[in-house]
């Protein structure tokens, strides 16, 4: 393409293939297409994997143990040295840089005796694992060559990025600063909007486009590349962002939902019979949903309450809210126990007042009351085809993060797009809820019902049981309730239902003569409706169960759970687990049976031991475990982002949330 010099380098450049930069031929532009870069602009964007403070380098004598750092000297002696018949080896070479010396040493690794040489100048980043003689295991090197700049890669802080095959961080660094070098100065400003003035979450705009790339690599000061990884993962966010917000005005556009404005006919005497006053955050929530369904468009609303906050009762005055205005209600819950808690306590409030509630769960259909607007109930089993939804003007989801975005999807589709309430008990940190479900509008139940008491948690190990069952004995003589739960390693094996009828045998036998139920995910359903009557009835007051009951399962008179082999839990698992007890008025216990035999498994139960918000152990699982673990499947349609990083960033996607709904 012709180009005329005096131009500057405008987008297109950004577009060129790598080859264009000095130093990259056909063979480098290979290699570096393995690391998913082929042109200019994929180099320029390439994240280095740390930076180094090459300004002033550390003297050998000066090094700690085990911190890491970075020195430069010269090799004094180098040298090989096999053992068990030249099976092992390992190479090892001492360096000097006038204020002492640093053995670095490689296993098995010969070939490094024809890399570096006595008299090679070479650059060392590690950790010194003795300082007797100074020593470092596997460093990281960086062999100095006649031809290279210094200026790039001495005196400065440097970028190191992640080295492959035939691409050292060295050479990598020499390609990107030939990319600044070439491209760089060329560049047009950006004039990327989301950089105006005022707009910046801290009142300090971000730096240009052109800095901001050279300050991601090369920066004058560590504090610059921070500021240029911040630019970019807003640009990243605030893309994101919009996206999201491109996908609500579709909705409302191609969607209309019918208007529950309410008047109160139904609400009021709901409430009068309720037996208990909302709490200000329920009433809070309320309003929110309220002018939701008021109008056509449809509502998306997730409801974010930790366990025990009381969202179902929310759930049921956005019911009534439909039901008044002459509209079906459909509500999704993950397991069948719990649809059958949901649908048990809709009948209790609305059945009096002649509404409908069905149930279908477990390929059972029971339904029930008049032939107004009506309540249905169920699993997924909702989802099939023979199952007739009508078309309801409201749709519950309960503990949506155990169900998939496609089941949301296929849920909203078959009832036609209309309102739709999501309910999570499980805290998801802030960042990650921006990001997954910041396609719906945020409610949160930051309040307990008055009168709760709070959960003492209680870390033993298995010697301990004895002790933990005399506890339990106490508990029950004293007319309360305990669960048991043990883990249940994989989705139904037969192992696992075997393990769970030996704890069973065991609990027994300690908790003689109190009686003991016992609910699995492999029961046949008639089975485990029998044994969840018996306990909540009080007919068995004790219940060893899987983490069947993780979810949303209300007996208020339980005081005490005890979780066998609670390390092999998660932080939300455990924390779902202890919000079982507490919801009556007697003080209540949690206690973790663990065994910990890794620092992480340790870290998880200190975490429970210490704190009962669920915002701070949702956070602390994000940092413990990542995203993944902690969301399962839900996670499907996690974005990646290159710069943002979602465990620290949370203004900086609200910003971007705020920027996009404002229109911009
Ligand atoms: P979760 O938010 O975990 O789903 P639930 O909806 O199961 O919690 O509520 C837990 C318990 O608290 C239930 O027994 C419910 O009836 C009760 N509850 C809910 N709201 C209130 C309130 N405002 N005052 C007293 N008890 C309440
Ligand atoms: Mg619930």
């Given amino acids: 393409m012709p180009s005329n010099p005096e131009s500057p380098v405008s987008a297109h450049a950004l577009g060129l293939p790598v080859t264009q930069v000095r130093g990259v031929g056909p063979e480098r532009a290979a290699l570096l297409g393995r690391l998913g870069i082929v042109t200019v602009e994929d180099l320029l964007w390439h994240r280095p994997r740390r930076l180094e403070d090459r300004r002033a380098l550390l003297p050998i004598s000066r090094l700690a143990l085990g911190e890491p750092a970075t020195v430069c000297g010269t090799i004094m002696a180098s040298g090989v040295k096999w053992f068990r018949q030249r099976t092992r080896s ?58 290279d700049d210094p200026t790039v890669h001495l005196r400065r802080i440097v970028p190191v990025h992640g080295a492959t095959e035939g691409l050292t961080p060295r050479t990598m660094r020499t ?156 509500v999704m819950a993950p397991t069948e126990i719990l649809a059958r808690q949901l649908g048990a306590a809709f009948h209790r409030w609305l059945g009096p007042f002649g509404v409908g509630v069905g149930l279908h769960a477990g390929g059972r259909c029971d339904a029930s009351g008049g032939d107004g607007p009506r309540v249905t109930v169920g699993t997924h089993a909702l989802l099939e085809a023979d199952v007739d939804l009508g078309k309801p003007g409201l749709l519950v989801i309960d503990e949506q993060h155990k169900f998939g975005v496609s089941q949301r999807e296929s849920l909203l589709r078959k009832a036609g797009h209309t309102h739709l309430l999501v309910m999570t008990a499980t805290p998801i940190p802030r960042t990650l809820g921006l990001t997954l479900y910041g396609d719906l509008d945020i409610s949160v139940l930051d309040a307990m019902p008055a009168g709760r008491q709070p959960v003492r948690t209680h870390v033993r190990d298995a010697s301990a049981l004895p002790k933990v069952w005399e506890f339990v004995r106490g508990e029950l003589a004293a007319g309360r309730q305990a669960y048991v739960v043990c883990p249940r390693v994989e989705e139904s094996g037969d192992d696992d239902v075997r393990a769970v009828l030996k704890e069973f045998d065991a609990v027994k036998a300690a908790m003689e003569p109190w009686a003991c139920a016992l609910v699995h995910g492999r029961m046949a359903s008639a089975e485990r409706d029998a044994a969840m009557e018996a306990f909540r009835s009080g007919a068995a007051p004790l219940l060893v169960a899987t983490q069947v009951i993780e979810v949303g399962v209300d007996v208020s008179a339980a005081s005490v759970i005890v979780v066998m082999s609670a390390e092999r839990f998660g932080l939300a698992q455990l924390h779902q687990l202890r919000g079982r007890v507490g919801r009556g008025l007697a003080a209540s216990h949690c206690i973790l049976v663990a065994d910990a035999k890794t620092d992480a498994a340790q870290a998880r139960l200190d975490v429970m031991a210490r704190t009962r918000d669920g915002f701070e152990i949702a956070e602390e699982d994000f940092r413990l475990r990542g995203p993944g673990e902690l969301l399962g499947h839900a996670q499907s349609g996690m974005p990646s982002f290159r710069f943002g990083d979602l465990g620290r960033d949370l203004a900086l996607m609200r910003w971007a949330r705020d920027q996009a709904r404002s229109g911009g």
Avoid: Y
């Fill in 90 to 147: 390992v190479f090892e070479f001492v360096l000097d840089d006038g204020t002492g010396r640093l053995h670095c040493r490689w296993w098995n690794l010969p070939m490094l005796e024809r890399v570096f040489r006595p008299g090679d100048v070479v650059l060392v980043f590690g950790k010194p694992n003795s300082l007797r003689p100074r020593q470092m295991d596997r460093p990281e090197t960086e062999r100095f060559e006649g031809e």
């Fill in 175 to 330: 390609l990107v600063w030939n990319a600044l070098e070439q491209f760089g100065p060329a560049l047009e400003p950006d004039g990327w909007d989301g950089n105006k003035p005022g707009a910046h979450p801290d009142g300090q705009p971000w730096p240009e486009r052109r800095k901001a790339l050279r300050d991601l690599h090369f920066p004058g000061e560590m504090a610059d590349a921070e500021r240029a990884r911040e630019r970019f993962a807003a640009e990243e966010f605030l893309r994101l962002q919009r996206e999201i917000r491109r996908r609500r005005e579709s909705l409302a556009r191609a969607f209309a939902a019918p208007r529950c404005p309410g008047d109160n006919r139904l609400m009021r005497p709901f409430l009068a019979r309720l037996g208990f006053a909302l709490t200000d955050a329920q009433s809070r929530v309320l309003r929110d949903i309220r002018k939701d369904v008021g109008g056509v468009v449809p509502m998306r609303r997730l409801l974010q309450g930790d366990v025990g906050s009381g969202k179902t009762v929310v759930a049921a005055c956005a019911a009534v809210m439909a039901l008044e205005a002459g509209h079906d209600v459909v």
